[in-house]
């Protein structure tokens, strides 16, 4: 059985979760395979909100396996609070978690480093969410990590004795004021270690081929967004995993002709948390009535987002790196209201018109083309058929899909799983 992939064609929070959890059941397992808490996925029903950050969107249906893949990097501490969570919601997640033996930890001193780093940049820093994710994909790479299948070897202590205090050291030479109690923080880290170890780790890849072979669906869940990536997005204000198809690959183990459908979300309109160029990015009256509709505040930070409007290009782009072959469009609903929309369909570089994203966005580098399309007023949020959507909301979704030659399956009218139309 193939591997669908369902990952966020903009900078993260396109509404990934909402759609994981509406696909869930046509699913036997959902893997997460890359990012880590970083993420902050937010699903809606039953008149509840919950946010996951590293465990998959399908953890709220019973019958489905939820796999933490080897590409993700997973802090034991706020793992622990997800499951905790969990357990007051009364999911049942012993039966239905996995967890991969190469996934890599985050640990204390990974947290400190990334503050310290970003610290020390100043005005130019990334504008990371301070999660560890930067110095433990650092760690994999520099082949210095500690992974969960460590956790089952003697000696696992000893090895991360080593890097923590070799981290103390490549902090102080930061040397930066950092308030902290490494002790206190070592406390919590192994108490939530043994909270993982109750969990079931597997040899993930060969779960995976395994469920392939018996013809079980395989849904693999993305984090962060297409321009985040490590290779193809705003290089250096990005994160430090490939959050693009390819992660899949490499962050699960499965081969690239397993992989059928690649459902690129995307929010009818752009947003942005952290630093880093933003050529749509609006200043006005319209950018804060898409921050105030919208709620655009961070899943995991709180920061608010910086709003503006869809991006042509850069979707283009993203649409391409991922060999998208199915769109969500998320958020239309909060459009209701303008008057006019805009769409970014080409940017003016050095003098011309470019249709391609080129390697540097800053704003004294490009400035967005854009193409006017008459607004809508009708609230969206209880309409459930393609059949009452209003007819600029069509022009709109028929302009964007005769231009990205990708069908748009799914409207997004509301945070609700049920606030979902089907196209
Ligand atoms: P993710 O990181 O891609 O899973 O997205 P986030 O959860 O960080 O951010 C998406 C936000 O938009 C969440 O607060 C969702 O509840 C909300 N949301 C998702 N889809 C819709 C929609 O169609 N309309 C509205 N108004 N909100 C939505
Ligand atoms: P989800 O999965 C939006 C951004 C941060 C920062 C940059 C690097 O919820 O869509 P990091 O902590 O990775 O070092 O931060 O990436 N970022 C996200 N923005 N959604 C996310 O995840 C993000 N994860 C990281 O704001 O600009
Ligand atoms: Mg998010």
Redesign the pocket.
């Known amino acids: 059985m193939a591997v669908d992939l369902l990952l966020?064609l903009q900078w993260?929070?396109?509404?990934?979760?909402?759609?994981?959890d509406v696909l869930t059941k046509n699913y036997y397992i959902i893997a997460r395979f890359q990012g880590g808490p970083n993420?902050?996925?937010?699903?809606?029903f039953n008149g509840m909100?919950h946010?996951l950050h590293t465990i998959p969107?399908g953890i709220f249906h019973e019958d489905v396996k939820n796999l933490v893949g080897n590409g993700v990097v997973i802090d034991p501490v706020i793992f622990k609070k997800e499951l905790d969570k969990l357990t007051d919601q009364n999911v049942d997640y012993r039966k239905t978690l996995l967890i991969s033996r190469k996934a890599h930890l985050i640990l204390p001193t990974h947290r400190l480093l990334d503050a310290a780093s970003e610290a020390s940049k100043g005005k130019a820093k990334i504008g990371s969410t301070l999660k560890g994710i930067g110095p433990t994909y650092m760690d994999k790479t520099g082949r210095n990590g500690i992974r969960v299948g460590d956790l089952e070897l003697e000696n696992w202590k000893a090895k991360y004795r080593q890097l923590a205090n070799k981290h103390q050291a490549m902090i102080d030479f930061y040397n930066i004021e950092l308030e902290y109690d490494l002790d206190e923080l070592e406390i919590e880290f192994f108490k939530a270690v043994e909270t993982l170890k109750s969990l079931e780790f597997i040899d993930s890849e060969e779960y995976l081929h395994q469920a392939q072979r018996d013809q079980k669906s395989v849904l693999a869940e993305g984090?962060?967004?297409s321009l985040l990536d490590i290779d193809f997005g705003t290089y250096p204000f990005v994160t430090s995993s490939n959050t693009t198809a390819a992660g899949a690959c490499t962050g699960l183990g499965v081969a690239p002709n397993s992989i059928k459908d690649v459902f690129g979300?995307f929010k009818a309109y752009t947003t942005r948390v952290g630093s880093g160029p933003f050529p749509t990015e609006l200043f006005d009256e319209n950018g804060e009535t898409m921050s105030r509709?919208?709620?655009?505040f961070?899943?995991?930070t709180g920061r608010a987002r910086r709003c503006g409007w869809l991006d042509l290009v850069a979707l283009r782009y993203a649409c391409q790196v991922n060999g998208v072959t199915q769109l969500m469009m998320?958020?239309?609903?909060?459009l209701s209201g303008f008057k006019t929309l805009k769409v970014c369909t080409a940017y003016n570089y050095k003098g011309k018109e470019i249709k391609h994203l080129p390697y540097n966005i800053e704003s004294e580098s490009v400035s967005p083309v854009y193409t006017d399309f008459k607004g809508w007023e009708e609230d969206l949020?209880s309409m459930d058929s393609a059949k009452t959507l209003p007819e600029s909301l069509i022009n709109y979704i028929e302009f964007l899909e005769d231009e990205l030659q990708i069908p748009i399956k799914i409207v997004?009218?509301?945070?609700d799983r049920k606030?979902?139309i089907f196209r």
Do not use: R, W
Request: net charge neutral.
């Open positions: 966020g993260g929070d396109e509404g990934k979760g909402k759609i994981v993420a902050g996925h937010t699903l809606v909100k946010v969107s984090a962060q967004g979300i509709v919208g709620h655009e961070g899943a995991t998320m958020k239309a609903d909060v949020t997004s009218v509301g945070p606030q979902t």
